[in-house]
């Protein structure tokens, strides 16, 4: 059922022109009757279609509002979002998917929200997540690794957000350590991972990514105006949020199993590439200390390795880090 | 009922000796050894009085901090100070990171010494990369004694809380 649809989407929009019922009644293999009914469902779901006497149907505008149907539609995955659960306004996507977990939902389940009236961020801060503007959205995971590993999955996920950034787009994303993802030094994108573990199994994580896409400036919080940003402010387009999600979750995909499969050498390099101040000065703030280092890279188990002056190289798994002029402290 | 002098006595005197296997008991309290690979293993078990059984002095290093549980079942190692917490689980950090109390710093610590948890309950978070980890109990009892502070960095297998269990 639900990949009849999406064959229906599919033809739809390959086709230059328009295709008409009867070729799609054949290659999907229903009634004219059954091509009619999908198209009323998709029309209901917000896709636009001209049906022209004699010529077929075209698809002339896509949803703009999103919605579990349409988001599926367009996924292609074999596990992410298979089930996937879309809300008008929710306290907070992590809440509703750790409930998720703890009834059971198989790993990939996705929950994603126009609005989040509590959004999480670090230590309860609050993530302004406004209607509509931008991707709230939480991910379910289990993945066969050790408690130990599980932070090399919130570097991944950062890894695929700039990428996705990179591809859609021309700017030139950044991962700040260990996951945050900056344009111009400022922040559009926050990833937030919870998990629930025992000493050698993780049961679940919850991974949480909030992306600022098509706020305008007034949208954004004064009091964060100099250190956030939106897709949409840094690189001057409107940006689809549907398939933003989609092309998310599609590489997401991808690099988790790659990840599993191969190990973290290949998200390493790629997170390295894209890096924030790799090579340069900061300062670093630990319960006890503050220093000086210089940011080399990051650890097979994702620590981030600063070198003091005098050569020793730390490896950080929390910590402080002032980032100095442009980037904000974390 | 041997005291623990005289335990300490028989350790020695097996972990000298080419006895692999040494069981001993009286008035329904049973002692029993094993030797493992040269090291001494003492089991006690069911009796009446709790018998602190005491490890042997490391005199092999002291293994790395349990891999494989999160609750370890570990005998006071030293001798006990007077007065001491009676405890026989610890909850230690699953991995390396900063060991928060409370889920916000508004809010209140998930657990005060004295509090009674049951497995399921989350006692902290242990927070890495940003990814915050709800530590649960998995052991039933009280928490007689948190041995790290706020805001501090764990270690790996780092003891966090002591527990009696029930």
Known sequence: ?330 | MLKVQEIREIIKLIDQSNIDEFSYESDGAKVKMKKHQGQVVTTPVQQGQPVQAEQPEPQSAPAAPAREQQVKETPEPKEEQQGSLDYDKEITSPMVGTYYASPSPDQEAYVKQGDQVKEESVVCIVEAMKLFNEIEAEVSGEIVEILVEDGELVEYGQPLFRVKSK
């Open chain 1, 1 to 330: 059922m639900e990949s009849t649809r999406k064959q229906l989407i599919d033809l739809l929009e390959n086709e230059q022109g328009h295709i008409s019922g009867q070729q799609l009644s054949e290659a999907l293999n229903i009634s004219r009757t059954a091509v009619w009914k999908h198209m009323n469902e998709l029309k209901k779901d917000g896709y636009e279609i001209e049906a022209v006497r004699r010529k077929g149907y075209k698809i002339v505008s896509y949803p703009d509002k999103i919605s579990g149907n349409t988001l599926q539609w367009g996924l292609d995955t074999a596990w992410i979002g298979q089930q996937l659960y879309h809300y008008d306004q929710v306290e907070s996507t992590q809440d509703i998917v750790h409930q998720m977990a703890k009834q059971g939902k198989p790993h990939g389940t996705v929950v994603i929200a126009d609005e989040q009236v509590k959004g999480k961020g670090r230590m309860a801060r609050e993530w302004h997540s406004p209607q509509g503007k931008g991707i709230w959205m939480s991910i379910l995971l289990r993945p066969p690794l050790p408690p130990v590993q599980a932070p090399q999955i919130t570097l991944l996920t950062a890894t695929v957000l700039a990428e996705m950034v990179a591809a859609e787009s021309t700017l030139d994303p950044q991962i700040k350590w260990p996951n945050d993802i900056l344009v111009n030094h400022k922040k559009v994108s926050g990833i937030l991972t919870e998990m629930q573990a025992e000493q050698d199994r993780i049961q679940y994580i919850v991974l949480g990514i909030g992306m600022n896409v098509n706020q305008d400036a007034v949208d954004l919080p004064p009091a964060i105006a100099h250190k956030a940003s939106s897709l949409k402010e840094e690189s001057g387009m409107e940006w689809n949020i549907q398939r933003t999600i989609q092309s998310i979750l599609r590489t997401f995909e991808t690099t988790y199993d790659q990840f599993i499969d191969k190990g973290f050498e290949q998200v390493k390099a790629k997170w390295e590439h894209y890096g924030y101040r790799i090579g340069e000065r900061v300062t670093i703030s630990t319960m006890r200390d503050t220093w000086e280092a210089t940011l080399i890279g990051i650890e097979s188990d994702g620590a981030l390795r600063a070198k003091r002056d005098y050569g020793k190289v730390e490896k950080l798994y929390s910590a402080e880090i002032h980032w100095g002029e442009g980037g904000y402290d974390a």
